[in-house]
């Protein structure tokens, strides 16, 4: 048994007997550990996940199983000897997914591929008005961008790179250990299947070359603390004129001196006077349109009450209408007191008779039965 005929198994780290159940429990688990949303900005564990992916896409569908136990990755190439026992299946993509994933490594042999340039970061902090309505801004970020000199060939111009006469263009080698016949990228052309005899003075043969670039970047109503926006073809180039990576705009909206904000809900507090609370009124707050939101206060309200307006919260990210508006109430007591409001409240508190505040005077009578029990 060969070593690419276990490398499946051993990427979920089940055995070859495992069940469906055992294998499908083991590739959750993996998936969720490398998920590219849980590990940002990491091409290892993108790379993993896909390879993950690819093992799984295979292992738990029967027929595939059965094909790659007995032919190994050859089961999934065009004309392979798995093709003919098994009418019907469709291995040629997932040949191609193992081929990109995994390269010569499972036999796929072929000329080496260009390996695609990496993808980049970038941590953007927008105010949260920016966020509500939305903007287009631009960034400067230092990337490495196809060799002007070369246009990405990575050789003097007038010369091109001659294939490699070690790994004759597969950019892998083999060597024998034992009973067993493993790949390793080419020494000579460290995998790239091409060996540049002139390389460019500019690039040194890489191909690319680290320049400042600006980019236009739009910022779409309702975006938050997290959120992603792609740009692709913006990341690094590629190696010797190889497709360039995704560029990721990192979001982070800072905090706001008025407004809180949980998903589309604004929140904030608003103090009222102990009058306006007992009375019941209006207040008019501006809020982040630029429009003033008139809340309703109704009589006797207590501090800490929220009141909800519907509709006046911030917009949702690619879809229709906006969220709400949260306000809680505040009843401020007045710290200074002229003689004639004094004399009022005085009066005032000699024509109380108890029933004004029922939760206070039910709480004291508690009190007294408690402590007199």
């Known amino acids: 048994m060969s070593t690419t005929e276990t490398e499946l198994y051993e990427l979920l780290g089940v055995s070859r007997d495992a069940d469906g159940a055992t294998i499908k429990s083991a590739y959750r688990k993996l998936a969720m ?3 590219p949303d849980r590990n940002p900005g990491c091409t290892e564990s993108e790379g993993k996940f896909k390879a993950l992916s690819a093992a799984y896409e295979v292992l738990k569908d029967p027929q595939k199983r059965a094909a ?18 098994h009418p019907g299946a469709d291995f040629g993509d997932i040949g191609d997914i193992f081929e990109t994933i995994f390269g010569s490594a499972f036999g796929g042999g072929g000329r080496a591929r260009p ?19 939305g903007k287009s801004t ?17 050789a003097t111009p007038g010369t091109r790179a001659r294939t490699c006469n070690l790994c004759h263009g597969q950019g892998q080698v083999r060597a024998k250990q034992g ?3 493993v790949e390793r990228p080419c020494p000579n052309c460290h995998g790239s299947g091409e060996v540049i005899s002139s390389p460019c003075r500019d690039c040194r043969g890489e191909g690319r070359v680290d320049k400042a670039q ?28 190889a497709p360039p990576g995704d560029l990721y705009i990192f979001l982070h909206v800072k905090p706001h001196a008025i407004f809180q904000r949980e998903g589309t ?15 019941g009124g209006s207040i008019d707050i501006p809020n982040l349109d630029g429009e003033d939101v008139t809340i309703e206060i109704p009589a006797g309200i207590q501090s800490g009450k929220q009141l909800r307006h519907r509709g006046a919260g911030m917009p949702v ?8 508006l949260v306000v809680e109430i505040a009843v401020e007591t007045p710290t200074k007191l002229s003689k004639e409001q004094r004399a009022l409240l005085e009066q005032f508190r000699e024509l109380e008779t108890g029933d004004e505040c029922p939760e206070s005077r039910g709480f004291f009578n508690k009190l007294k039965d408690v402590i007199g029990g």
């Open 115 to 133: 390996r695609r340039g990496a993808d980049l970061r970038y941590d953007l902090q927008i105010e949260l008005e920016e966020a509500f309505h």
């Open 138 to 154: 631009e960034i400067e970020i230092e990337v490495s961008q196809n060799c002007e000199t070369c246009h990405g060939s990575g």
């Open 265 to 279: 809900t604004l929140a904030t507090r608003v103090p009222i006077s102990f009058t306006a609370a007992a009375l």
């Open 68 to 85: 790659y136990d007995r032919f190994g990755h050859a089961a999934f190439q065009q004309g392979g000897p798995g093709g003919g026992g």
């Open 179 to 181: 009973f067993f016949v």
């Open 317 to 324: 990210l690619q879809g229709r209408g906006r969220g709400d």
């Open 33 to 35: 550990k490398h998920h």
């Open 214 to 241: 600006s980019l236009e970047v739009e910022i779409p109503p309702g975006v938050d603390t997290g959120t992603r926006i792609r740009l692709s073809g913006k990341g690094e180039a590629g190696p010797r004129g």
